[in-house]
């Protein structure tokens, strides 16, 4: 028997979901890095800006436990990927017609409610397609691969934003239907209208591919009750200490976001293709380290590295508070990018490991939506009190004040991580790890 179990093959994703998941966020890495920038190009001030990410946080998140709830009951996933998907995405076509950003808000809010569909779906959908003892090591592979196609959407976005001769070019090329598939505005708006028209169109692409994935099928023998979501943040468990965990830290990154934009496009008066490239330099970083944390994380567990990525991230805000050139931005971006890569997917991990398999999509619906809630509060509360210290200290000290904040509640908040526990045993740690990496260098100097 030993052998047999041995040499039996891990169960990987298949390539369906990696087409699928970089085409979502191909469309995601076409927009979503410039929205505050469309924000404040439009005019929004602080409250605005707040507003808007905190609509942008807790819109996904509010309605999640109800899909996730609703494919755990059914145990159907692809459906709910699809139309999420398509009609997410599309939504973001109409982001060209906003007026004002209470308008943008609000189509905001609408837009995200719809990918809200896609998430928790999506997310469990993946964690039946792998092994759990590869899990770590799956998430990073497609984490490179949707990275790497975010960076390259990211990057067509910055450069279609330098070339404001692209629309009347294409208005001429389509003759009489060119002023209606491309309407004309202000020179300001034109440039996101691209990003948001290809968004939409790959929506529709990916949607349909979903359906594809071959899917388990549910017993119908069996009786699938509705999931408890409500109960599971009120029973005591690792699940709702890892929720509970989240909370102030989750408070603390959001607190830093609406000002980030304040700084690239108005402290340091950075190009959408400067930005563009910061976005890109993120997501990079995100993508050659999702893989080697993701196997790193199978082999030490979970635990150590959220624990590593979330007690790195203050150095991001503290940067932009400090930065005095688009190099300090970039520089800053690169170890978010790092950071985002240790922790994301093995968060996401983590309550693989903690969840049943047949309630997973309420898991991660029921935390998505309560940190969702908690950055709701972080951003919004952070834009209303730097709006109010304006008239006091003025609007440099407001952001450098917001930011330096966020920095240290950040170092606080990681330090609540210490006391999650893991649902197994692992076959090394990082002190272990890093003493035999140590040694094998010495050993190899010694050699040479």
Known sequence: ME????????????????????????????????????????????????????????????????????????????????????????????????????EMILLYGIQSILLSIQIPTWQALLSELMDESNRGKELGRLALATNAASVAATTITGFLAVMPAILPHLRTVFGIYGNIIFPTAEAWREAYYLPFLLTAILGIIASILSLRINEKEPDIKEKREFPPILKLLSHPGMFRKFCFISVFYSFAMAMAWPYFTVVQRVWLENTILEIAIASVIMSACIMISSVPFGKFSDKIGRKQLIMIGRG????????????????????????????????????????????????????????????????????????????????????????????????????????????????REYSSDIRTEVRAFLYRRRLDTETV
């Open 3 to 102: 052998p047999m179990e041995s040499t039996k093959s891990e169960k990987t994703l298949p390539g369906i979901a990696y087409l699928v998941g970089s085409l979502s966020q191909f469309a995601i890495g076409l927009h979503s890095p410039f929205l505050n920038t469309y924000l404040v190009d439009m005019g929004a001030n602080y409250a605005e800006l707040g507003a808007f990410r905190s609509v942008g946080n807790v819109a996904p998140t509010i309605l999640q436990p109800a899909w996730g709830a609703i494919s755990d009951k059914y145990g159907k996933r692809k459906p709910f990927v699809a139309f999420g998907t398509v009609t997410g995405f599309m939504m973001v076509f109409l982001f060209f017609f906003a007026a004002t950003p209470l």
């Open 312 to 423: 790195t991230l203050f150095l991001v805000p503290l940067m932009y508070a400090f930065a005095d050139s688009v190099i300090i931005i970039y520089i800053a971006n690169a170890i978010a990018g790092l950071c985002v890569g240790a922790s994301f997917n093995t968060i996401i991990a983590y309550i693989y490991d903690i969840s049943p398999e047949e309630e997973r999509s309420s898991h991660l619906a029921v935390f998505n939506t309560f940190t969702g809630i908690i950055f709701l509060g972080g951003s919004l509360i952070a834009g209303l009190v730097g709006e109010a210290l304006t008239p006091i200290i003025g609007e440099y000290m407001a952001v450098f004040a917001m930011l330096l904040a966020s920095s240290i509640l950040r170092i606080i908040g990681s330090l609540f991580y210490w006391i999650i526990k893991e649902p």
